[in-house]
């Protein structure tokens, strides 16, 4: 009954419920926030404040202060009183305040606490479960009596009478109990189907999740490792930048140091040649034949020409063609460190592995190029002799299979209408012709067709792939141990096809399957 009690005292006075986000009114009293909310705006209206429970009156609109102690006090009281709480089911007999249900008996149709749970056991012998105030549906609709027994023929719980006389006589029944310990025995497989079902499902989310931390740190340490390429690249632009500047730098103050030495040459001629004319023409000014001739000397009657120094043609110039070296060879350089095997390292950059096509894998309506790079369909058959390696379907593999490791090579469709490229398994069926056979249509092989749109295909699955431009040239990467064979459209940006994944157990080769007007080539 302290339970009771405390409940009680745990009860708004305006829903008469346990508070539920309780706040405080400066007179001490407690309620819901949204119920006492609700009725200082009806107070409002009226044009006065005042507390329900003592009648306090407030000149304005009171400020509701959090309850946080009380609030804490009404959690643990609801997490100590789980059946009240969530059944809502209280004892029939406990009238001045509800104390929580524990059984119920049909017969009386009552719920009981443990203390008048006490009693009633002491008086009779009636059927007692769960607290519950669906009685209605534990009796029998017909007969109005508790439902006893399970008849498994029309899979339906029915009463005495139901048995007895009514529309289940002289079937095999079974107690309740009995019937429900056998459904639950058939659901414990399903259960623990079920369970471990949960089970790999929780270890997918942790690998999805696993997964996604770790490409999250490395696109991390990917844009870190990039940041730090692009300021060396920088860096090393501004070194070059700061030596070519240098060179200018250094042939202007050659040229200015000579040109200035030119002008001193040229100023000290002016200088000279302005002493000579002013003698000259004082001689002229003589009017005294006498004098003039006794002054006048051999050199100074002549045809007045001199050699002239200093002429622009004599100037130094900067030389433009060395600055245009050092750029070109700085330039050069600049390009080699971009794909230096430091850069290789970080960036995992790839050459194109050296495919080259297996005559001897060939359909004889296949023709292959000298440089085993090019293959092409033709009508009419190459009569080359059979072989164990020989495709009886119009397919060619390559010589060169993959293991291990990393592989990347690209492939000029442009002059396929059709085409189909990818890998295949060495284990690949080659003495049949049907479809089946074709790269793409089985569990050995993985493409892109095209042929009116574009599909990635395995073991005959074709998905449709998205491509807003006509595929030219198409790329193809493959990462033997991580199970992952990428294809790409390769143009400007570069564009993503489709993945596949998947557990390679056997060597593979880069597989090809051609049509009519089919060309295709490796690109070296």
Not at 8 to 23: M, R
Not at 246 to 274: M, P
Request: hydrophobic share 35%.
């Amino acid at each position: 009954m302290a339970s009771a009690e405390l409940r009680d005292e745990l009860n708004c006075s305006i829903c008469l419920s346990l508070y539920t986000d309780p706040v405080s009114l400066r007179c001490g009293h407690n309620f819901c926030r949204s119920c006492i909310v609700s009725v200082l705006d009806a107070q409002e209206v009226a044009g006065g404040y005042s507390c329900p429970d003592c009648r306090a009156e407030y000149p304005e609109r009171p400020a509701l202060e959090k309850n946080r102690k009380l609030e804490n006090i009404v959690e643990h009281f609801s997490s100590t009183q789980p059946d009240m709480e969530e059944t809502r089911i209280f004892c029939t007999y406990c009238t001045k305040s509800p104390v929580p249900a524990v059984r119920t008996c049909l017969q009386c149709e009552t719920s009981m606490c443990e203390e008048h749970l006490t009693a009633h056991n002491k008086s009779v012998n009636h059927n007692l479960i769960e607290p519950t105030v669906s009685f209605m549906d534990r009796k029998c609709s017909a007969h109005n009596e508790s439902l006893k027994y399970y008849c498994p023929v029309d899979a339906a719980c029915i009463c005495v009478s139901c048995w007895v006389a009514g529309a289940h006589k002289a079937h095999e029944v079974e107690p309740l109990d009995v019937a429900s310990e056998k459904a639950k025995k058939k659901l414990r497989p399903v259960m623990e189907k079920l369970k471990y079902k949960r089970e790999e499902a929780q270890k997918r989310v942790q690998n999805l999740k696993y997964h996604g931390t770790k490409q999250g740190n490395k696109s991390a340490g990917l844009s870190d490792r990039v940041a730090l390429l692009f300021t060396d690249l920088r860096k090393k632009l501004d070194d070059l930048e700061k030596r070519i500047q240098g060179e200018i730098s250094r042939q202007k103050d050659q040229v200015l140091h000579s040109v200035s030495d030119l002008v001193e040459q040229v100023e000290l001629q002016v200088v000279k040649l302005t002493k000579d004319m002013n003698h000259l023409e004082g001689l002229c000014n003589l009017t005294d034949p006498l004098t003039f001739l006794q002054d006048v000397k051999a050199g100074d009657i002549s045809d007045g020409s001199c050699e002239v120094i200093g002429d622009v043609r004599d100037a130094p110039c900067v030389d433009e063609g060395l600055v245009s070296q050092i750029l070109h060879r700085g330039l050069g350089n600049f390009a080699d460190d971009l794909i230096d095997m430091r850069m290789k390292r970080q960036f995992s950059v790839m050459e194109k592995s050296d495919i080259l096509l297996d005559v001897d894998t060939a359909h004889n309506n296949i023709i292959i190029s000298q440089d085993l790079r090019s293959a092409s369909y033709s009508a009419a058959s190459q009569n080359r002799p059979d072989g164990p390696k020989r495709f009886r379907s119009q397919q060619v593999l390559s010589s060169r299979s993959f293991s291990s490791g990393r592989h990347y090579w690209e492939v000029d469709v442009s002059q396929a209408e059709r085409w189909n490229i990818g890998v295949a398994g060495e284990s690949l069926k080659r003495k049949v012709s049907e479809k089946k056979s074709y790269i793409g249509f089985n569990e050995k092989s993985w493409t892109v067709i095209t042929a009116q749109n574009l599909f990635a295909s395995h073991n005959n699955i074709h998905k449709k792939l998205a491509s807003d431009s006509p595929v030219r040239v198409v790329g193809i990467y493959l990462n033997y141990e991580a199970g992952r064979l990428s294809f790409y459209q390769v143009c400007d940006p570069i564009r993503h096809l489709h993945t596949f994944t998947a557990s390679f157990s056997e060597p593979l080769y880069a597989a090809f399957c051609l049509y009519s007007n089919c060309v295709i080539r490796i690109i070296k």
